[in-house]
C-alpha cells in the first residue's frame, strides 16, 4: 500500500497545479483522479469511476440541485424575483446593504427548504446576484452574500449532511437538527451586522450614490411583489411540515409551483419555459461533473489511506482536550480548502468523534461545529463548491478573483462563529436540551 | 514481502458492531492465523463504492473483498439474491440459518449463483434481525391497512398484501420522513441500529416479533484474488467468516438489548403482534417467496431447499 | 473544413442537449404524481424516485456534452482569463487534453463495460419492485464521455480558430 504521506503532497499539488493552469475544474478533477488511480491504486480500481458517476448522478437526494435551479431559473424569467428585489427595495432601501442582508434572510429561509447546500447557493445566483448587481451592490457583495448565505443550506435542517454525521457518530439526529437552528441563525446574524458595517463605510458598492426613500403607500403597494414567493416557500415547507413531500420530493413542488406562479404572474409562455430548461441543465451539468470528479479524488485519496494519516495527526497532538479540539478544527478547514464534504465526513468523523467522546466533549456540539466547519470548506479557496457555482452562474464580467476575495469577510465570520460556540456552547446546546 | 494485503469495504459504518466484527474476528483474526501472511485494511460502506453496484465493483477487482446484501442484487440475479440474503416467513433463529448455509447445502447454492457474476461467495455474515418501528402501534394485521411503510423487494409486496402502502426511501430521507409523516413506518435494522438512526425520536412503536428474525449480509470475494490464494490461508478465510459471523450475532444481541432498553426509557413502547395473528402473517410471506419456484434454476432449487429444511424443524 | 465540424458537433450536441432539458419537466411531473398518488389516494409507485433519479442521469450525462461545448465547465481563472489566446489554446491542447484524455477513457471504456454487463444479464431495478431496465440509465455513461469527446475535438478546433482570427486581426492592426 503507498504511503498517504507521500500521495498527499502529490495529489493536491497537482491539483492546484491544473486548477491554477485553468483547467476545467471537472477535467482537472477527473482526469487526474484517474491517472492517480491508475499509478498508485490499480487500473482495476479505475472501476470505481463509472460507478460513483453513476451514484451521483442517479442519487434521489440531489434531484433537488436541478429542481431548485429550475425554480429559480422560472422565478427570474417571469419577472418574480425582480418584484421581490424591488419590494426588498422599497422598504430596505434607504439602508444601505438592505438588499444584501434581504439576500441573507432569503437564504436563511432556503435553507429551511433544502437539506443539500448547492441547490440554494446556485439557485440564489440565479435570483439575487444580478437583482442586487443592477440595484447598486459591488460585486463584493453580491458575490459574498450569496455564496456565504448559500452554505448555511447544511446548519438550518432539515439537512442531509447531519444524517450523515449522526449515523458515523451515532448521534441523535433530532439533536443535531435543534442545534443547528441557533448557529445558523447567529451566523445570519453576524453576517447581516458585517454587511450593515460594510454598507456604512462603503456605500458605493451597497446601494450606489443616490439613495431613494419611498413613501408609507409605495411600500404596502409594492408588498404584493412578496405574495407569490410567499406562497410558493409556504407551499414547499408547508408540503415537508404536513407530511405531503419527502424534503427532496418537496423541490418538485417549488419547481412546480414556479411554473405556476409564472401563470398567475401572466408571465408564462413556451419561450421562458424552455430557457429555464436550457439554463437549468447547463448549471446542473456544471455542477453535477464537477461532482462526479470531486467524488473520485475523495475515494482515491480515501483508499490511499487518508484516514491513517489524519489519525496519526490527532494522536500526535498534546493531550489538552482544547488543543485536540482546535488541532481538529484546523485539520477540518485544511481538509475543507482542497477536499468535498462526504470525503471528509468518510476520512475523518470515525477518527474524531470516538476521540472526542472519549475527552469528554458533547458529540452533538462537535458535530454542529463539524458542520459550521463543511459550510466553511464550501467558501475556501482553492477547491470550494460554491465558488464554483457562483462562477457558473455570474456574470462575465465577474472573475474568479472576484469570488475568492469576496467570501474572505464571511470565511473569518465564520471562523468567529466557531469560536462564540466554542465558548459558549450552549448556543449549541440550548436548544437540543430543551426538546429532548 | 510477499505478504497479501487486501482491501474490504463492510456495510456498514465503523463502529457499528457488524463492522466491529468483520475487522476483530475476520480481518485481525485471518492476519493472526496466518502468521501475518494476509492482513486487510477495512473501509466503512460507501467508502470506495456504492453498495448497491457492489458485485461490479468486487468482480472487477476495485476490492479484493466486500461486505454486501444480497437484497440490492435482486435485479441482477432474480430471487435467489433474496433467499440468499432471508425471506420472512421462513428461518427463525441464527442457528437456524447457519444449519441451512453450512448443513443443508445453501452455502454451494449461493456459491454457485454469485459465481456468475464473477464473485466468489465465501459466506454469510449472519446479522441481527431488521425490525420495524411505527407511529402508530401495531399489533394486528389489520393495522397494516393503509400504514406507508419504509420497504423494498418481497417485503414490500408482503406489507402490501395486507393492504399497506409500501414507499421505498434511501437512508438519508427516513428519519425526517418519519418526523413530518411523510412515512409512518420504516423497517430498517435492529434495534441498535434503529437507535443509531435516531427513529425512537419519531417513531414511538418498536414492533414485535421482528418481520426479518435472520437477515444476513455476505463476504464477497473477487474470485481472481481468491484463486490465487494459498489453500491453507482460504481455510483460514473460510472459518473466519464463521468466527466474525457469530462474534456480529453475539455482540448485537448484547447492544440491541441495551438499546430496546434505552429506546423504552425514552418513551417507546413495544407492539407485539399476537402469535396466531403473526403465524398468518408469516404465511402470507412464505406463498409469496414460495413462488419464485416458478421462475425455476436455482431459486426453484433453493425454495425446495428452504421448504425441505423448514420441514425437517417440524414448520 | 475543420470549423465546419465543430459547428456540425456543436449543433448536434445542442439538439442532444435540448431534448434532455426536457427531462426537468419529466422529473418534476413524475414527482408531483407520486406525492398526489400517494397522498390523496394512498396509491404510491414503485417507479416515481427510480425513474426520476434515472431521468437525472440521462440529464446530467448526456446533457453534459452541450455544457461543455457551450463553456459551462467552469475554470478557476485567476490566471487564466490574463493569458493570450494562443496560451490558453496550448493549455488545452496539451494539458487539459491529457486530463480529459485519462478522464474520458474510463468513462467511455469502463462506464461501457459497466453498461454492457448490466445490459447483458437485463439488470431490472432491484427496490422499486417495478423492475425497470437500469441498464439504459448506465449506457448514459459511455454515451455521454463518448459525446464529451466529440465536444472537446470541438472545442479545441474553436480555440485554434480563435489564435488564427487574432493574429490575422493582429496583422490588420499593424
Ligand atoms: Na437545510
Ligand atoms: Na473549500
Known amino acids: 500500500m503507498p504511503d498517504p504521506l507521500l500521495v498527499t503532497p502529490l495529489l493536491f499539488g497537482s491539483m492546484l497545479f491544473f486548477l491554477a493552469l485553468g483547467v476545467p475544474i471537472a477535467i482537472a478533477l477527473g482526469g487526474l483522479s484517474a491517472a492517480m488511480i491508475y499509478f498508485f491504486w490499480s487500473p482495476m480500481a479505475l472501476n470505481m469511476m463509472p460507478l460513483r458517476a453513476f451514484q451521483n448522478t442517479s442519487s434521489f437526494e440531489y434531484i433537488a440541485i436541478p429542481l431548485f435551479i429550475f425554480m429559480a431559473t422560472m422565478l427570474q424569467k417571469s419577472r418574480i424575483a425582480e418584484d421581490l428585489y424591488d419590494t426588498m427595495q422599497k422598504f430596505f432601501g434607504g439602508l444601505r446593504g438592505g438588499l444584501a442582508i434581504g439576500t441573507i434572510i432569503i437564504c436563511t429561509v432556503f435553507a429551511a427548504m433544502a437539506g443539500i447546500s448547492g441547490a440554494a447557493t446556485i439557485s440564489m445566483g440565479v435570483l439575487a446576484i444580478p437583482a442586487m448587481l443592477s440595484r447598486g451592490y459591488g460585486k463584493d457583495m453580491a458575490l459574498g452574500s450569496v455564496a456565504a448565505g448559500g452554505s448555511l443550506g447544511i446548519l438550518i435542517p432539515p439537512s442531509v449532511t447531519m444524517i450523515v454525521y449522526g449515523l458515523v457518530a451515532n448521534t441523535s439526529i433530532g439533536k443535531l437538527y435543534a442545534g443547528g437552528v441557533l448557529p445558523g441563525l447567529l451566523i445570519a446574524v453576524l453576517f447581516s451586522v458585517y454587511l450593515l458595517l460594510r454598507g456604512q463605510l462603503q456605500p458605493s458598492i451597497a446601494g450606489g450614490a443616490t439613495m431613494t426613500r419611498y413613501s408609507l403607500g409605495e411600500k404596502l403597494v409594492s408588498l404584493k411583489g412578496l405574495v407569490l414567493p410567499l406562497g410558493l416557500v409556504a407551499s414547499v415547507l408547508g408540503s415537508i411540515l404536513l407530511g405531503v413531500a419527502s424534503v427532496s420530493e418537496a423541490a418538485a413542488i417549488g419547481a412546480g409551483g414556479a411554473i405556476v406562479a409564472a401563470a398567475v404572474r401572466r408571465q408564462l409562455n413556451w419561450q421562458s419555459m424552455q430557457e429555464s430548461a436550457f439554463e437549468t441543465l447547463l448549471l446542473s451539468c456544471m455542477i453535477f461533473w464537477i461532482i462526479i470528479g470531486a467524488s473520485a479524488l475523495s475515494t482515491f485519496y480515501t483508499a490511499m489511506g487518508a484516514s491513517r494519516l489524519i489519525e496519526g495527526m490527532v494522536l500526535g497532538l498534546d493531550l489538552n482536550p482544547y488543543v485536540i479540539l482546535i488541532g481538529m478544527q484546523v485539520i477540518l478547514l485544511a481538509l475543507g480548502m482542497v477536499l468535498d464534504t462526504v470525503g471528509i465526513i468518510l476520512i475523518t468523523a470515525p477518527i474524531f468523534v470516538p476521540i472526542i467522546i472519549q475527552l469528554g466533549f458533547d458529540p452533538v456540539w462537535f458535530g454542529i461545529l463539524y458542520i459550521i466547519n463543511m459550510e466553511i470548506g464550501f467558501l475556501t479557496p482553492p477547491f470550494g463548491y460554491n465558488l464554483f457555482y457562483l462562477r457558473g452562474v455570474a456574470p462575465d464580467s465577474v472573475s474568479m478573483m472576484d469570488i475568492y476575495k469576496s467570501v474572505i469577510p464571511f470565511i473569518l465570520l465564520m471562523l468567529l462563529a466557531v469560536a462564540i460556540c466554542i465558548i459558549f456552547p450552549e448556543i449549541i446546546l440550548y436548544l437540543p436540551n430543551a426538546i429532548f | ?315 | 473544413m475543420l470549423e465546419r465540424l465543430s459547428g456540425y458537433i456543436d449543433q448536434g450536441l445542442a439538439v442532444i442537449g435540448k431534448i434532455v432539458a426536457f427531462l426537468i419537466f419529466a422529473m418534476i411531473g413524475v414527482i408531483v404524481f407520486e406525492m398526489i398518488s400517494r397522498g390523496l389516494f394512498d396509491m404510491p409507485s414503485s417507479w416515481a424516485h427510480e425513474l426520476s433519479a434515472w431521468m437525472l442521469t440521462l440529464f446530467i450525462l448526456l446533457g453534459g456534452p452541450w455544457a461543455l461545448a457551450k463553456g459551462q465547465f467552469v475554470r478557476v481563472d485567476v490566471f487564466h482569463a490574463a493569458m493570450s489566446p494562443k496560451m490558453k489554446a496550448l493549455i488545452d491542447t496539451f494539458v487539459s487534453t491529457i486530463l480529459f484524455a485519462c478522464f474520458a477513457a474510463v468513462l467511455v471504456w469502463l462506464g461501457g463495460k459497466f453498461a454492457y454487463g448490466s445490459f447483458l444479464i437485463g439488470e431490472r431495478s432491484a427496490t422499486g419492485g417495478w423492475g425497470g431496465p437500469v441498464w439504459i440509465a448506465k449506457a448514459a455513461i459511455p454515451v455521454g464521455g463518448a459525446l464529451l469527446c466529440l465536444a472537446w475535438v470541438s472545442h479545441l478546433i474553436r480555440l485554434w480558430a480563435a489564435v488564427k482570427a487574432e493574429a490575422a486581426g493582429g496583422e490588420d492592426n499593424a
Request: glycine fraction near 10%; hydrophobic fraction near 45%; aromatic fraction near 12%.
Open chain 2, 1 to 315: 514481502d510477499d505478504a497479501i494485503v487486501w482491501r474490504i469495504q463492510s456495510n456498514l459504518n465503523a463502529g457499528e458492531p457488524g463492522y466491529v466484527a468483520l475487522q476483530e474476528k475476520f480481518a485481525n483474526l485471518s492476519k493472526e492465523l496466518s502468521g501475518g501472511r494476509i492482513s486487510f485494511e477495512v473501509y466503512p460502506v460507501g467508502a470506495l463504492f456504492p453498495i448497491k453496484d457492489g458485485l461490479e465493483a468486487v468482480s472487477v477487482g476495485l476490492t479484493e473483498m466486500a461486505v454486501l446484501t444480497g437484497g440490492y442484487y435482486a435485479g441482477k440475479m432474480g430471487p435467489i439474491a433474496n433467499l440468499e440474503s432471508g425471506v420472512p416467513g421462513s428461518l427463525r433463529t441464527p442457528i437456524e440459518r447457519y444449519n441451512f448455509f453450512y448443513n443443508e447445502g445453501f452455502l454451494e447454492l449461493a456459491r454457485k449463483a454469485y459465481e456468475a457474476h464473477g464473485v466468489f461467495y465465501l459466506g454469510p455474515q449472519l446479522s441481527s434481525s431488521w425490525d420495524i418501528m411505527s407511529k402508530k402501534p401495531i399489533t394486528s394485521m389489520a393495522d397494516f391497512q393503509g400504514l406507508k411503510i419504509r420497504s423494498f423487494g418481497l417485503e414490500a409486496k408482503w406489507y402490501e398484501s395486507m393492504g399497506a402502502t409500501p414507499v421505498f426511501m434511501g437512508g438519508g430521507e427516513i428519519y425526517t420522513a418519519l418526523a413530518t409523516g411523510v412515512l409512518d413506518a420504516a423497517r430498517w435494522a435492529s434495534a441498535s441500529g434503529n437507535q443509531n438512526n435516531s427513529f425512537h425520536e419519531v417513531a414511538k412503536y418498536y414492533v414485535q416479533p421482528s418481520p426479518m428474525p435472520v437477515p444476513n449480509n455476505f463476504f464477497a470475494v473477487n474470485q481472481t484474488a481468491w484463486n490465487a490464494l494459498p489453500e491453507d490461508i482460504k481455510a483460514i478465510l473460510n472459518q473466519a467468516v464463521v468466527a466474525s459471523s457469530f462474534d456480529y450475532i453475539a455482540r448485537a444481541d448484547m447492544l440491541d438489548s441495551k438499546a430496546l432498553r434505552e429506546m423504552q426509557e425514552s418513551g417507546v413502547q413495544i407492539s407485539v403482534i399476537p402469535d396466531a395473528e403473526w403465524a398468518q402473517m408469516e404465511e402470507e410471506a412464505a406463498k409469496l417467496w414460495k413462488g419464485y419456484a416458478a421462475q425455476g434454476g436455482l431459486a426453484q432449487k433453493g425454495v425446495e431447499m428452504l421448504e425441505k429444511f423448514l420441514a425437517k424443524l417440524g414448520r
